[in-house]
């Protein structure tokens, strides 16, 4: 007869919905998950807000951020290698940053409801979490590059190694 299971211990299958600990303490995991959290807030804060036509950046932001997030906890980075992963993230986050950074101008000096205000301000929030995020992501790839050119292309033979010509 089976030893029945404590109360408190969670079934595989939930658990394998939840991220990795270790994943949920790295700096990587950190990052997205609050830019995901915050993209959502000023998500709903444009909902909520006259600024309503700004609301489609920060969603689309937030289900990249969510994307991103789950496929570097599950390791679908480095099962799937036909995508440069770190390159891919890096121009997802300049282009957030940038966007969020103008969208909380507009959002801020043109509107005047209290929504509109706070998610300018979460805006500019999110512009900076974004900003280290690519910034680290940024040094991720000047190392890589830095290696790559370091070593020499192999296979290049030159003019004389290839012809077999005897013409001497």
Known sequence: MEEPEPAGAAQPGLRSLLPPREFLGSRKGQLLLAESVLSFIIFICYIASLA???????????????????AYASKLNEKFKGLYWPLTDFLRCVTAAIIYFAISIAAVSKYSDGASKAAGVFGFVATIVFAIDFYITFNDLLSFLKQGSSNPPEGHKSEDEDSDSDSD
Do not use: D, V
């Open 52 to 70: 309503a036509s700004f609301m489609m950046a920060p969603l689309l932001e937030f289900l990249l951020a969510l994307f991103l997030f789950f």
